[in-house]
Nanobody, 119 residues
Framework: QVQLVESGGGLAQPGGSLRLSCTAS????????MTWYRQAPGKQRELVAA???????NYADSVKGRFTVSRDNAKNTITLQMNNLKPEDTAVYYC?????????????WGQGTQVTVSS
């Protein structure tokens, strides 16, 4: 059973920082594309940052230069360092593990962690 557990969310002031972590169990993240998504109230879930093995990280335009995604395959963990936070970054952040197989895609999601940016 693959499980993803996010941590590190909370309340931050505009201009502040938070660091999110996502730790996987039941599998190795080596074989997965690991991605952070977020969903704000009343909005669709959107990609924030992707950490795909062998490729440069990919970021949403809205977070480029402020967020940094990294993966530690040995610790089975990915992190999202969020700097210079803005109120529009307020959302529930989800970790996703994805891989494509001959039999179809495999997707796993964490439970989400709330990030609130407010003064």
């Amino acid at each position: 059973q693959v499980q993803l557990v996010e941590s590190g969310g909370g309340l931050a002031q505009p201009g502040g920082s938070l660091r999110l972590s996502c730790t996987a169990s039941g599998t190795s993240i080596l074989i997965y594309d690991m991605t952070w998504y977020r969903q704000a109230p009343g909005k669709q879930r959107e990609l924030v940052a992707a950490a795909i093995s062998g490729r440069d990280p990919n970021y949403a335009d809205s977070v480029k230069g402020r967020f940094t995604v990294s993966r530690d395959n040995a610790k089975n963990t990915i992190t999202l360092q969020m700097n210079n936070l803005k109120p529009e970054d307020t959302a529930v952040y989800y970790c996703n593990a994805h891989r494509s197989t001959y039999w179809g895609p495999h997707d796993y999601w964490g439970q989400g962690t709330q990030v609130t940016v407010s003064s």
